[in-house]
């Protein structure tokens, strides 16, 4: 018997299959296309990314000789995709950093405020949320192309392709910006504003809740058996946190991929994080909240400046080369990550990304150690925001594609001035996910046995970095005024 955790990420889908243990069996990769059909614009299409789930999972299961017991979905959040009244997709996902709903966020914000949205649902009103996704495709669709019936996210995208049930765990649902976390039911208010009907969105659950079993059609193609139970699983950030091993309050985690998120926990939901720009939002873990501060570049960054910088002649040029030619030693170059619509503590969908330093004797290498300095810059100065809220973080558990070179984890702590944790199993999401489907069809409280577990390896801040980042904070910190000023 095994458990298989599936992450549908914002470029790839990762399965993985453990034992009751949580040991690995078997495991897969399958990447897509994230498309930029105009500025500012970005979308997955959904046909490609469940193409993807369906053959890591048949990769997985095939060779491994197991049958799955049960499986459970983590996912990307905010993303949305369009259904028709026969629950077919008829368009893209529109992913979190796409910035098309900006007009949509502005409307809210008038008619509501922006406090509502936190002491509601936890989240902080901006264009990343669900909500103005959904708001712009019921205004932008035009006669030629049919309105869309139904709403999902990724997670709950899946698992109604796997079950023909739509069901979204409380964790993801948080992040469309429609939920009320305080009653756990979709926030009637804001969906008459929207002209949005529940029938129109999944319904909400508990993580570790039962969706339904494989249907037969999807289990013959995938090579499950019929009664393979679906668990809700949920975002993929609470996900990953458990998935590392951090379960009580004050652990946090480094989650590093498309995007980077700090994550952390608490047993209650906390107002006083929106004066400080950080959301709350329900975990996995019945009766925990999380708070994420983090960025929306990360990994995307590297492609963009492979895609864009890279001379296209340089065949095999991966990320792996990326890391082996980034600088030793600090850039001397400040880089504002703004690629995208900003996380916290900016919240700002409208900033832009700035590169200050450059001469004619900049390296490669320089630029791409720029790049992960400029994104793990924004990663302290929300370090600091946590520190100002009483939640000391000296030690962070790194998980994601980031935590497997170990150069780029040793830049990460000199600049965080925190040890970093990197365990053996990176794909946390997966093991999270699994867990969580583990816990309900066996009915123990912890399935996996995480305590004792050593990690791959530690890194430790080098202080003379470290002092050279700091002093190079008070520099960085004035480019998001700069750039304010600039662009508007």
């Known amino acids: 018997m095994g458990l298989l955790g599936i992450d549908v990420g914002t470029t790839a889908c990762k399965t993985v299959l453990y034992d009751f243990q949580g040991a690995v069996l078997n495991s897969a990769r399958e990447e897509y296309k994230l498309y930029h059909p105009r500025n500012g614009w970005a979308e997955i299409n959904p046909w490609e990314m469940w193409s993807a789930v369906k053959k890591c999972i048949r990769d997985t299961v095939k060779s491994s000789g197991r049958k799955v017991e049960a499986l459970a979905i983590s996912s990307h959040g905010e993303g949305v995709i369009p259904l028709n009244k026969k629950l077919e997709v008829t368009g893209a996902e529109i992913v979190s950093f796409d910035c098309r709903s900006i007009e949509e966020t502005k409307e809210l914000e008038k008619k509501f405020g922006k406090k509502y949205f936190f002491e509601q649902g936890g989240q902080l009103l901006s264009s990343t949320g669900t909500l103005s996704k959904i708001m712009w495709m019921n205004k932008h669709t035009n006669h030629l192309v049919q309105k869309p019936y139904a709403f999902v996210c990724a997670g709950d995208y899946v698992g109604f392709q796997l079950t023909g049930n739509r069901v979204i765990d409380f964790s993801l649902a948080s992040r469309t910006m429609l939920l009320n976390v305080h009653e756990k039911a979709w926030n009637d208010e804001l969906m008459e504003y929207a002209g949005i009907s529940p029938n129109q969105l999944s319904v909400p659950v508990q993580s570790g809740g039962v969706i339904g079993n494989v249907h037969k059609g999807c289990a013959r193609e995938l090579g499950l058996s019929a009664d393979t139970a679906v668990i809700a699983g949920g975002h993929d950030q609470p996900c990953a946190m458990i998935g590392a091993g951090a379960f009580q309050p004050g652990e946090a985690v480094y989650s590093m991929g498309t995007t980077e998120t700090l994550i952390c926990s608490m047993k209650e939901f906390k107002r006083e994080l929106y004066d400080q720009g950080l959301c709350c939002c329900p975990h996995v873990l019945e009766g925990q909240y999380i708070t994420l501060p983090g960025n929306f570049t990360g990994g995307n960054l590297l492609q963009w400046f492979k895609n864009i910088l890279v001379i296209s002649q340089c065949e095999g040029y991966n990320y792996d080369k990326m890391m082996e030619e980034m600088a030793d030693y600090p850039s001397g170059i400040l880089l504002l990550p703004h690629f995208t619509a900003t996380g916290s503590p900016w919240n700002d969908s409208e900033s832009r990304g700035m590169i200050s330093g450059l001469t004619l004797s900049t390296t490669r290498g320089e630029l791409i150690r720029a790049l992960q300095e400029g994104v793990t810059m924004e990663m302290l100065l929300n370090l600091q925001i946590l520190k100002q809220q009483g939640v000391e973080v000296k030690e962070l558990i790194a998980v994601g594609g980031g935590a497997k070179s170990r150069k780029l984890m040793q830049l990460k702590s000199n600049v965080l ?67 304010k000023e600039i662009w508007r």
């Not at 996910?433 to 577990?453: H, I, K, M, Q, W």
């Not at 990690?455 to 004035?478: A, I």
């Open 417 to 483: 001035g925190v040890r970093l944790s990197i365990p053996k199993d990176c794909e946390a999401a997966c093991k999270g996910a699994a867990y969580l489907a583990g816990r309900t069809v066996s009915g123990r409280g912890n399935t996996f046995a995480f305590e004792g577990e050593k990690p791959e390896y530690v890194v430790v801040p080098d202080k003379e970095m470290y002092g050279q980042y700091m002093h190079s904070l008070v520099k960085y910190s004035k480019m998001y005024r700069v750039q």
